[in-house]
């Protein structure tokens, strides 16, 4: 794998003040695969409904109920493959409680509700304790992140997730540029050598860019799965600028009455030919400024928050605040006496961008210490990634980047009374312009436009990357059917394992099928499996045929059994001659002697 043309290394550059979130929910949608918890009730009128006791809990187990962070996707617990990318990305964080010369990094923050973080801090721990063992293995490919866990109040989960990142930001968890990642979301290039969009290169263009927002859309049916309009997710318009790749806004096609759009002349004003689409899927991948956290914590917009009940409703609204003059009063901002604070931000321009993973060595004269010749791997709006500096970002080469907000930040909260800071080891504010750190409508005064000099942190609005179906598998597991899609999608990504020798006679298994490698032992003779995913410690008896399904562990198959496209959750036992069709099978299900199903989700009822 070549280089990105950078001579500076990694390890003489800053560690860039970043931070992932990944918040887990419930994974209501993903029942029966995931059992129900018992919330706290809630009086908001936007609460879901509480879930009943789960069904494992109900009948005196001790065993934690399943848990969407870690349902297995072909072998690997779903958030692992989300804590990979981010690994790969080479992301830094600074711990908010340390003083700045001692602070050690803290790249990923977990928010998991009360009722599943124990088993997900489990699995956490236990990642960690693998990750040090293999620490000094060369097959170690990506160093490995400090994962922080932090269990959100029962009566906080349940309302909503951007009532979850609100409570995490009034608490001093984050208060730098972040980037906020589903647990459930996949990402598969169609080329793993030299894809044409990572998440390196997605942080990258939001820093060079100096974006308030960036976020990630993917084509309907990214990949080779081509899902019908009426079962596949909602139809969402998305109207954004095709030229500057600036996102104006995109919300599900039921908000709007009567089959019309109606375009407003301020949004036309500043962009005259909007692209509008429903051929777009937000993939709820963010990548924030930290300009946005000041909005988050005040009281000004908590009215208007508390109506806004997901990411998606959050980043359209913000997306509008862009164009709409009325709604963004120009606040003038309180000055600073201290020169050098505005001085040293001017001069991190160019330094940002000359350790850019996607442009040239800073050393022609421009606005950012570059010339037109500069390379630009990412080209708008899909990030083609044909340039001359297209090479793949990883951990392994990419350098990290100063973010410039997070950057103005920390210089601003060095330098005594009026300088910034705040709570929570910096506060919840950004870069404003002498250094100092902006309240919320100077945040959103900055996010319209009419904050002042575009070298403030967010002068690049908010913008949207296009992931293409050329470059790849790119869904989210929320849902039944998308656990289902992101499993065999995954495949692709495990390394090559080598053939089992200890395979029973008469066994016959598909290409296109993968199963764990205590399974084989575990086959009773003429067994057959087509496009197939089986977890670990699955016993199957002999003569059962199994099509289009998706097993987990200790899963125990009878003899003769037939499945035909189900989802078999773990600890399910299918007895002899069972023949199921269609079904959804959630945890410990015991399925009967020569039992006929079609169709059905199949549960353990409470007693």
Known sequence: MSMLPNPLRPDQLPKAQFRCVIPCG???????LVEPTTPLASDDDDAPPAQSTSAAQARGKGHHAQ???????????????????VEQAGVYGMDHQSSPLTREPVEILVLAPESIAKPVGHHLRARRQAA???????????????????????????????????WAVEKGLVSTDFILLPCDLLLSPANMQTPSISLAALLDRHRSDDNFLTTLFSERAAGSVVEARKDGPPEILTIYDRKSSTLLDFRE????????????????????SPTLTTSLLPTQLYIYSSLV?????????????????????LAGWLARQSWRHQHSPSLPLR??????????????????????????????????????????????????????????????????????????????STIG????????????????????LLDAEGAMSVLSGKGGKKARAGAGGCKVVVWRQADGFAAR?????????????????????PAPTNTPSGVWISPDSHLHLSVYPNLGEKVAMKRCIVGKNTRVGKGSKLTNCVVMEGVVIGENVKLDNCVVSNGVQVRDRASLKDCEIGRDVIVDFDSQVKGEQMVVEDD
């Open 67 to 85: 848990t969407k962070p870690l349902l297995p996707v072909a072998g690997k617990k779903m958030i692992d493959w989300v804590l990979e990318r």
């Open 132 to 166: 040090s063992a293999n620490a000094s293995s060369s097959s170690a490919l990506h160093p490995s992140a400090k994962v922080e866990l932090e269990e959100v109040p029962e009566e906080i989960a349940t309302k909503n997730v951007v009532r979850v990142l609100m």
């Open 417 to 436: 009374p009026g300088g910034g800071g705040g709570s929570g080891g910096g506060g919840v504010g950004a870069g404003g312009k002498d250094g100092k």
């Open 253 to 272: 096609m039921d908000d709007y009455d009567d089959d019309e759009v109606p375009l407003r002349t301020s949004l036309l004003s500043k962009f005259p």
């Open 26 to 32: 419930f994974g209501v949608d993903l029942f029966p």
């Open 477 to 497: 597991g929320n849902t039944v059917a998308g656990f289902v899609e992101i499993n065999r999608a995954a495949l692709k990504l495990l390394p090559a394992s």
């Open 293 to 313: 956290l000041p909005i988050l914590a005040s009281p000004v917009y908590a009215r208007r928050l508390r109506h806004i009940e997901d990411l998606q409703t």
């Open 335 to 412: 000055s600073s006496s201290s020169q050098n604070v505005s001085s040293a931000i001017g001069k991190e321009e160019p330094l940002a961008m000359g350790r850019s993973t996607t442009q040239r060595p800073a050393g022609i004269a421009s606005r950012f210490g570059l010339g037109a010749d500069r390379a630009i791997a990412l080209e708008s709006p899909g990030f083609s990634g044909t340039g001359p500096a297209s090479a793949f970002a990883t951990g392994a080469n990419t350098p990290a980047l100063v973010s410039r907000a997070s950057f103005s930040a920390g210089l601003a």
